[in-house]
């Protein structure tokens, strides 16, 4: 198969970008790229063109081979529900919720579809770069893996791993991983990588030979830390965790327990009129707020009672009678109507759960999940925006008299008498720059000319020619085999 695969030495090691930079570095020498993740596990997922879902971080990859995603990329995704269970996507659509024991007795049976997608994609394309799970190292999971080791020697792909030395006990983490995991497992990987270097690379010379030297492993490079890695769309919600910019407008959001797709704070976060904060919980909303967001969740009621067990409800209270604007998105539209209703348990036990109350309209979850890309235009200013919509659930009530937006020529989202809350199910939206730039005026913030699409591809970019310079990616490259 014409594929390589990055592992990692652990999670957040860099993986999607390493991937995603790949893809771009393969794309710009003239060769038809695609990337792949066999399973992820991920609340922060994309709409697809072919109408499924799959990782967010999937997607990048997929605009840096210049693709459109597609279910095949991603072909399991978990989105974590509670502690204990998972919602289930396979090949882009929801096959049901398992708790953990119950995954791990399914997962075998998704080898199948894994390879199917693999293989369609490597039929399309000259190349296809594959991004691992977790680490392989995590040997007690790997009775039945789909997505290390067990894909890889499945699918006959050879392994580079990645190591992050930002963490600490890098030589550790390579020289480790190939002392725990099975001899025949360790005989998948044809080198290393080492990721995320701060200060003079010289200095890490003899580490470097020394796991060269300890595993028998080449050593493809070390990438220097990428600082506009901040600009690309975050994979986790930890990667917004840091208040953004100094600007007069506070831009309170609430980090739900099960906060899901935030990708709408992307492109606030790099406005420089705004200053973002992200409020933990345990943390009051910020008096000085001048919007707060409800974004997304997997768990409308579990995170309405997350939310009221931090207090936020009635900091909202104050906030909106001091003149502050609220929006919700998706699942924190759903909390701001006057009831959530589950009567299915698709979320969790059936029942029904008070709102917020601050807007009048109800919700009602059923099974059938709305998965797609949408083009329209905010009522409010008129101007073009385009998102997409991805959840379970429908929305209805007097507030819908004054709908957020039109899309696709029909009416969506609500908001308050007073023009101070308003909801939409629409993700995404502020990627798009006029319709930004005019929502943010009139919260009164001070708006950029950033281009927002433009400066993520410029990134992209520049992180193919921050690998360039540090790996020897034409030896990567020819590994694929």
């Not at 791990?104 to 594959?130: C, N, Q, W, Y």
């Not at 002392?179 to 580490?207: Q, S, T, W």
């Not at 208040?243 to 609430?254: E, I, R």
Request: aromatic share 6%.
């Amino acid at each position: 198969m014409p594929a390589v695969m990055i592992q990692g030495t652990g999670s957040d090691v860099g993986k999607s970008l390493l991937v995603a930079g790949l893809c771009r570095a393969a794309r710009r020498r003239g060769l038809s790229v695609a990337p792949f993740k066999p399973q992820n596990m991920s609340n922060n997922a994309a709409v697809t063109a072919d109408g499924g879902e799959i990782g967010r971080a999937q997607a990048l990859q997929a605009r840096a081979a210049g693709l459109e995603p597609m279910t095949d990329m991603n072909p399991v995704l978990l989105k974590p529900e509670s502690d204990q269970g998972s919602q289930v996507i396979v090949q882009g659509r929801r096959v049901g919720t398992l708790r953990a024991r119950d995954w791990f007795e399914r997962k075998p049976s998704l080898m199948a579809p894994v390879l199917e997608s693999f293989g369609r994609l490597t039929a399309a394309h000259d190349l296809v770069i594959v991004e691992g799970a977790g680490s392989p190292a995590e040997v007690n999971l790997r009775r039945g893996d789909i997505a290390n080791m067990g894909f890889a020697r499945a699918a006959n792909v050879p392994v580079v791993l990645a190591g992050d030395i930002d963490r600490g006990g890098v030589i550790a983490q390579i020289v480790g991983t190939q002392a725990v995991i099975d001899p025949e497992d360790a005989a998948m990987v044809a080198g290393f990588l080492v990721n995320k270097f701060r200060g003079d690379v010289r200095l890490f010379d003899e580490g470097y030979r020394l796991i060269e030297d300890r595993t028998g492993w080449r050593g493809y490079g070390v990438v220097p830390f990428f600082p506009q890695a901040a600009l690309l769309p975050a994979e986790d919600a930890l990667d917004l965790g840091r208040p953004t910019g100094q600007g007069a407008l506070t831009v309170a959001w609430l980090a739900f327990s099960r906060v899901a797709n935030f990708d709408d704070l992307d492109p606030l976060k790099q406005e420089p009129g705004l200053t973002v904060v992200m409020v933990r919980p345990g943390q009051p909303i910020p008096a000085e707020a001048g919007l707060v967001i409800l974004p997304g969740t997997k768990s409308t009621r579990g995170d309405l009672a997350f939310l009221r067990a931090q207090g936020w409800d009635v900091d909202l209270l104050a906030h909106h009678r001091r003149g502050g604007r609220v929006l919700g998105i998706c699942g924190g539209y759903q909390m701001l109507g006057r009831t959530v209703a589950d009567p299915q348990g698709l979320e969790g036990e059936p029942g029904a759960t008070e709102g917020l109350g601050l807007l009048d309209v109800t919700t009602v979850m059923h099974p059938d999940k709305r998965l797609t890309r949408v083009e329209g235009r905010h009522v409010a200013s008129g101007e073009p925006l385009s998102g997409y919509e991805i959840h379970i659930g429908a929305t209805d009530g007097p507030d819908c008299a004054r709908p957020f937006a039109e899309v696709d020529g029909r009416p969506e989202g609500a908001g308050s008498p007073d023009g101070r809350v308003t909801g939409s199910y629409l993700h995404g939206m502020f990627g798009s720059d006029r319709f930004r730039a005019a929502f943010l005026r009139s919260l009164g913030a001070r708006t950029s000319d950033l281009a927002y699409d433009a400066r993520v591809e410029t990134v992209l970019d520049s992180l193919a020619d921050h690998l360039e310079a540090h790996l020897d990616v034409t030896g990567l490259l020819a590994l694929a085999r």
